[in-house]
């Protein structure tokens, strides 16, 4: 029998969860599964589906019948929707007339791309047409709500939608339900007297009601458009046209843009504008009336790119100005000089306009020479990017170009980390501050931004002074280093400006630190803090031992010199340079006779009767560690063992036992 470990049971549960989570959300009927025992074939579907979830006065013929299966396939206890066909395609088995119907020039939405669950509800609902919702709520879920809700509401609007409107498909524009003018005519008289008195007699029937009108709502009387030329709104229409009992009323007495001029002081300059040089008012400009602003054919924004198509891939970018996506005119002036890109008056007063609080800005003490200049697009681009905050490059490269030191700091072996991921402004203030050198903050916090856990439990600590008064750069460079660790020069060259470590005369030293030797002063010292004098990385003792390490190991096996056993390295030796070998304080025998008393009796019996100051002790003795109690070195003279030296020193009053 073959056991099972639980890992694969679970990789196992898992992979049945996963293909029956695929099968329960499954709607494609190309994805449908294949009938088996699981799926029923037949059956009553209210047995699981309660005929109260479907509620509505209004019921979808097959679901009113109970004939669920001529839409769905039957799923048995496998939850999921299995439909006969995907789409329209279904609803048009018995909707046939409306495959037709769609062959229309004119298309809704959601009918052509066969989403009519998007409008109906296919089982059941309290509206006419198994429509999700009354007309116009249902039309609101798509249409701006805020154009149909005005001050003055056309009258067919209270009666829905559907009053002028088809609702899949129709021969004319809009989905109207006739020619324009002539579906006016349903309910407005064309030929009476009125209508002709409100439009100064010209034939209106020959013209089209929505050049002045705005076919939902208004907020100006008689749904005049949001903005109306000044003659039409004083039905004064003989300023432009033929008068109208003229063979050609509609006709304008002056052809194109030298018309317009009339009444509009338009510049003449050779660098305007393309449409107002060549006097083509009417590409941009409505001649009656507009939903939009001063006229235009359109929304600014999608008016100006049927020119200027560049401009829609600019706004797609990473980021994108404002101003581009909602209304060009917020910068441009749509009559202005094209040597000036139709900018409406200087770059920097123009900017400063909307980014406001950079008005202050121009009053601080360090200021960018670019935002001092008003030259702001020498940094952004005035429409889209594809770096961030609109720049006109990565912001490595965009400071490079007039930081020219930017490339050599890129090569050097250290670089600042802000500086090599392109965040200059992790230091910098784009525009302006209060700092030198645009700093984002005082320059001795500034390093704390990032840095600011080496300064926690300071107080306990024996900090290096430059570290403790936040002068990083006493020894790090800002940007980028040759050296590590952005240090300004070599590391025992930074520390000698500060720190005199020398014994002296330089001719004079005998020894050296090999750290010293180096220059690696961190070594043995933390270059911020300490809890140790000095900034001694460990205690003297062990700290020595780190590469002693053949010392410490006699150490722990032998008769010790005190003030090795004590780890008090420093009490005969100096840690950086000497004027005598192996780095002691001082020469010996004076260093020895420190502690050792050279003119006592048991000293002068054991030294052929000689004082302390006449010998080295270093000839016989080890300083720090013997395998004998006197610290003698471990290759001794037998004579000398014995304390026989008068065997080889006759004037010796010390005499062996032998």
Known sequence: MIRRSTPFLATAAVCTFLAALFLFTAVDSSAQVKSGRRFATKGDCLECHKESDFEGKVKHEPFKEEDCLSCHKAHGLVGMLRLKKDGAELCFDCHDKMAKELEKPFVHSPAAEGDCSLCH????????????????????????RQEYERQHVHQPME????????????????LLKSEGIELCGGCHDLGSSELADAHADYPVRESSCSICHTPHTSDRPKLLTASIHEPVAGG???????????????????????????????????????????????DCHNPHGSRHAV???????????????????ELVMASSHQPAREDCTKCHSAHGEMTKKLIAGSVNDLCLGCHTDLNDALALETLHYPFADGECLDCHVPHGSANGSLTKAERIDLCGECH???????SQK????????????????????????????????????????????????????????????????????????????????????????????????????QPVTDGDCTGCHQPHMSKIEHLLLDQSGTLCYSCHTDLKERIANGTVHV???????????????????????????????????????????????????????????????????????????DPFMSLACNTCHPDSDVEGEN
Not at 295 to 313: A, F, K, M, W, Y
């Open 414 to 513: 250290a670089v600042h980390t802000p500086l090599k991921t392109g965040k200059c402004n992790e230091c910098h203030e784009p525009h302006a501050s209060v700092n030198r050198n645009l700093l984002v903050t005082d320059r001795a916090e500034l390093c704390l931004n990032c840095h600011s856990s080496m300064m926690e439990n300071l107080a306990d600590h024996v900090a290096h002074p430059p570290f403790e008064e936040k002068e990083c750069e006493t020894c790090h460079q800002p940007h980028a280093s040759d050296h590590t660790g952005l240090l300004g020069d070599k590391l025992d060259r930074i520390c000698r400006e500060c720190h005199d470590i020398s014994s002296g005369d330089p001719a004079m030293t005998v020894s050296k630190h």
């Open 563 to 637: 003030p090795a056993e004590d780890g008090d390295c420093l009490g005969c030796h100096v840690a950086h340079e000497s004027q005598f070998k192996t780095l002691l304080a001082e020469d010996v025998p004076p260093l020895c006779l420190n502690c050792h008393d050279g003119d006592d009796d048991s000293f002068r019996s054991k030294h052929l009767s000689l004082s302390g100051s006449q010998i080295d002790c270093r000839k016989c003795h080890d300083p720090h560690v013997s395998d004998t109690p006197a610290l003698m070195h471990k290759n001794t003279h």
């Open 295 to 313: 006229l235009l054919n359109d929304t600014p924004g999608r008016l100006c790119v049927e020119c200027h198509s560049d401009i829609p891939d």
């Open 159 to 174: 009666d829905g939608c559907f009053s002028c409107h088809e609702v899949h498909a129709g021969d004319y524009p809009s």
């Open 121 to 144: 509800n296919p089982h059941a609902t309290d509206e006419k047409g198994l429509l999700t919702k009354a007309s116009p709520e249902i039309c609101y879920d798509c249409h701006d």
């Open 236 to 282: 004064e229409c003989e300023t432009c046209h033929n008068a109208p009992d003229a063979e050609n009323p509609f006709g304008v007495q002056i052809e194109g843009g030298e018309l317009c001029t009339m009444c509009h002081d338009i510049p003449e300059s050779a660098g305007t504008h393309a449409p107002v040089a060549d006097g083509a008012c009417l």
């Open 404 to 410: 020219d030191q930017v490339n050599g700091w890129m």
